[in-house]
């Protein structure tokens, strides 16, 4: 996979590609480039993002300086999905990373703290995802919690363990992971359930299934 991210910090991601699952798939399986908006904009000064017509507090990434970006490297809008990350987008869930997972290319434009000049959104991007509605200090974690959540559905990323697959999405059920408990048996008074300890297969497998649905559905 090809993943194409446009960021005001490009630096801000070199711990996240010396940590797996990134790593492991870095060069193979994932082709990840870091594209800085500062290098291109047709502003003065590196400058990219302006105050809002009408007022109000923080900054906007402005609309002149994502598309200058864009046609730097791609000669206008490429025909591959362009992600804007912004809190008005559709829920990142395991399903939408599944499905994103599944592209050849991606391009991911991150934001301002205040966000795009919402022609970025609805011109220049094809689709915009939210990792949650709420603030952050910068603008890139968005990116890198997606660009990470992808990492992990390409091959060789995860090594199987146990015939676990994934830690949040069960594959018994496609939803939420079972509750997971390790040794000792007995701390404080907190007592591993009685089913994990039985050697009973089957019954083990019921109990991760109905304590899955049970996280899923709260």
Do not use: C
């Not at 492991?24 to 000064?45: C, I, K, N």
């Amino acid at each position: 996979m090809q993943l194409d991210v446009f960021t005001l910090v490009p630096h801000a991601f070199a711990w996240l590609t010396e940590q797996r699952p990134v790593a492991t798939v870095l060069g193979t399986e994932l082709d990840l480039r870091l594209f800085s908006y500062r290098d291109t904009t047709p502003l003065r000064a590196a400058q990219v993002d302006d105050e809002p017509y009408g007022g109000g507090a923080g900054m906007v990434l402005r609309v002149d300086v994502v598309a200058a970006a864009l046609d730097s490297v791609y000669d206008g809008v490429p025909d591959q999905r362009v992600i804007a990350l912004t809190p008005q987008g559709r829920q990142l869930t395991q399903d939408v990373v599944e499905e994103l997972a599944e592209e050849e290319r991606l391009t991911l434009l991150s934001a301002r703290f205040e966000g795009f000049d919402e022609r970025v959104v609805q011109h220049l991007a094809s689709d915009a995802i939210s990792i949650g509605p709420y603030v952050l200090s910068n603008g890139d974690l968005p990116a890198m919690v997606l660009v990470d959540a992808i990492a992990r559905r390409l091959p060789g990323a995860i090594k199987d363990e146990s015939g676990a697959f994934e830690s949040f999405s069960s594959e018994l059920e496609g939803g939420l992971e079972y509750p997971h408990y390790t040794r000792p048996p007995d701390f404080r008074g907190w007592r591993v359930p009685e089913v994990l300890l039985s050697g009973d297969h089957g019954k083990i497998e019921e109990w991760r299934r109905e304590q899955s649905r049970r996280r899923t559905v709260t």
